[in-house]
T-cell receptor, first 112, second 116 residues
């Protein structure tokens, strides 16, 4: 699976949009971009994933550049409960046995 | 999203004892489950992939006789840490993928193991 690069930490004001970048310049054509987050001492939570089109769900939006070498996760109105480590992962989905390889992620701190 | 239940959430045991951790998919059948370990301030490290009805596939460096995995049904996988030692103290997390929604892994809440 392709390697990803994320900033170590970011801060965001409560109520503002949080934009978390991810670089995946070696991504292959059949690799998806996944975002998970992990609140302290809990299991990771799935947020969103996409292949090449932008995606939106009730939690976030995922913007993938046209060349697919980078992406941005957007939390439109961050709350204190969004403070977590956010992981960007690229992954080939072939079978249900496709693994997730976690990097160090971005520690997002939402401040009041 | 789908629910994965992990039990217990926390366990404290004496060195030399064995500890079993259960991972259940509550509202879907999990053809594949994964076991991860996470040390403080570190990222998740995949330990093994568990497929229902077959032997688990262990990652390099993970002792299969130390970490016994059983995936006897489509809703249950267990991880047994045998003869636990203080260095096995860690946060253990399972995840599951359904045969239908194979694109998404759902995670349990994790088990904090402390070996005295």
């Amino acid at each position: 699976d392709a390697k990803t690069t994320q900033p170590t930490s970011m801060d965001c004001a409560e109520g503002r949009a949080a934009n978390l970048p991810c670089n995946h310049s070696t991504i292959s054509g059949n690799e998806y971009v996944y975002w998970y987050r992990q609140i302290h001492s809990q299991g990771p939570q799935y947020i969103i994933h996409g292949l090449k089109n932008n995606e939106t769900n009730e939690m976030a939006s995922l913007i993938i550049t046209e060349d697919r070498k980078s992406s941005t996760l957007i939390l439109p109105h961050a709350t204190l409960r969004d403070t977590a480590v956010y992981y960007c992962i690229v992954r080939v989905v072939v079978t249900s046995g496709s693994r997730l390889t976690f990097g160090e992620g971005t520690q997002l701190t939402v401040n009041p | 999203g789908a629910v994965v239940s992990q039990h217990p959430s926390r366990v404290i045991c004496k060195s030399g004892t064995s500890v079993k951790i259960e991972c259940r998919s509550l509202d879907f059948q999990a053809t594949t489950m994964f076991w991860y370990r996470q040390f403080p301030k570190k990222s998740l490290m995949l330990m093994a992939t568990s497929n229902e009805g077959s032997k688990a596939t262990y990652e390099q460096g993970v002792e299969k006789d130390k970490f016994l995995i059983n995936h006897a049904s489509l809703t249950l996988s267990t991880l047994t840490v045998t003869s636990a030692h203080p260095e096995d103290s860690s946060f253990y997390i399972c995840s599951a993928t359904s045969g239908v929604a194979k694109n998404i892994q759902y995670f349990g809440a994790g088990t904090r193991l402390s070996v005295l």
